[in-house]
């Protein structure tokens, strides 16, 4: 069994840079993609980033520039570096971990969920 903790969510400014990070506990993650999904209010959950466990990257449009996901496989851990944040960026951060080792995995057929960390953009 999986465990993953997130931490590093907050309340900030429009513009002002945030790093998530997700830890995971109990097997290796060595041939899993380690992902990164927001949910906000009233939404669907949504796909953010992911690193598979060779280093292959992929971020979503709207965090593109912005957001950059790395992980660091002799830790087991996963972060989310945010600047520029905006106020649509709002959201429960999820740390998702998947065997299919793909980068674009949904949230339906995800193996292992943290609890999310809540950041919230105010103007």
């Known amino acids: 069994q999986v465990q993953l903790v997130e931490s590093g969510g907050g309340l900030v400014q429009a513009g002002d840079s945030l790093r998530l990070t997700c830890v995971a506990s109990?097997?290796?993650?060595?041939?899993?993609?380690m992902a990164w999904f927001r949910q906000a209010p009233g939404k669907e959950r949504e796909w953010v980033a992911s690193?598979?466990?060779?280093?292959?990257?992929d971020h979503a449009p709207s965090v593109e520039g912005r957001f950059t996901a790395s992980r660091n496989n002799a830790k087991n851990t996963l972060y989310l570096e945010m600047n520029s944040l905006k106020l649509e960026d709002t959201a429960v951060y999820y740390c998702?971990?998947?065997?299919?080792?793909?980068?674009?995995?949904?949230?339906?057929?995800?193996?292992?969920w943290g609890q999310g960390t809540q950041v919230t953009v105010s103007s």
């Open positions: 998702a971990a998947d065997r299919s080792n793909r980068v674009l995995v949904p949230a339906s057929r995800i193996d292992y």
């Open positions: 109990g097997r290796t993650l060595s041939g899993h993609v």
């Open positions: 690193v598979t466990s060779g280093g292959t990257t």
